[in-house]
Every structure is written in C-alpha cells, then in structure tokens.
C-alpha cells in the first residue's frame, strides 16, 4: 500500500504555472524530511527541493531554486511543490520522498511515491 500519493501533474506552457502535492497517509513525514525528486527520460532521478519541519528549513537544486517552493500543509501530512515559470527542461515524472537526512541523493531515501507526470510545453 502506497503511504505517498503525488497529485497536480499533467501539461503546462512555459512560464505557467503548477502545483504538485503529496500526501503522507502514514505519519513518514512527521519523521523524516520531505522532498520532491524528478526523473526524464533517458536521465538519472535527480534532488529538486526538500523541507523540515518548518517551511524556513528548505532547500532547492540549483536549476529549481528562486522558481519552484517547496511547502508543507494540512497537518504536516502534505507537502506541495509549486512551480513557476516553467520551461521545456522540467519536463520529468516527480516523485515525492521521505529522506533520512539532508542530503540530495536518492540514497537518502526511505520510501518513494509513485511520481507524476510533468510536462512543460513551449
């Protein structure tokens, strides 16, 4: 049973915007940090922006950060990533994740969504 479940994904022109959020249903984020990670094809899954436990605790990959935010809502239990200004290399399936530590690599993963579909559109 899947306990992170990523919505929001689909198509969008360059310079929209789109919001992707996920939903904890087990309590994993109330342990662990979350975050978002993106895979095209042909290209290894790569960190995009992860959250503490307060929303001044986060942190971007370089060709994300000042565009997309990473947030959380509701009761700790869902962490959204809004994405503005877009653009054709974004293209990806975006997974949500639970990292044991700070760090940007998959490695430091304990439990994955099943990813959504992002696609960006000139």
């Known amino acids: 049973q899947l306990q992170l479940v990523e919505s929001g994904g689909g198509l969008v022109r360059a310079g929209a915007s789109l919001r992707l959020s996920c939903v904890d249903s087990g309590g994993i984020f109330k342990r662990y940090i979350a975050g978002w990670f993106r895979q095209a094809p042909g290209k290894e899954r790569e960190f995009v922006a992860a959250?503490?436990?307060?929303?001044?605790?986060?942190v971007y990959s370089d060709s994300v950060q000042g565009r997309f935010t990473i947030s959380r809502t509701g009761s700790m239990n869902t962490v959204d990533l809004q994405m503005n200004s877009p653009k054709p290399e974004d293209t990806a399936v975006y997974y949500c994740a639970a990292l044991s530590r700070w760090g940007q690599s998959t490695r430091d993963v304990v439990d994955w969504g099943q990813g959504t579909q992002v696609t960006v559109a000139f």
């Open positions: 959250i503490g436990w307060t929303t001044t605790s986060a």
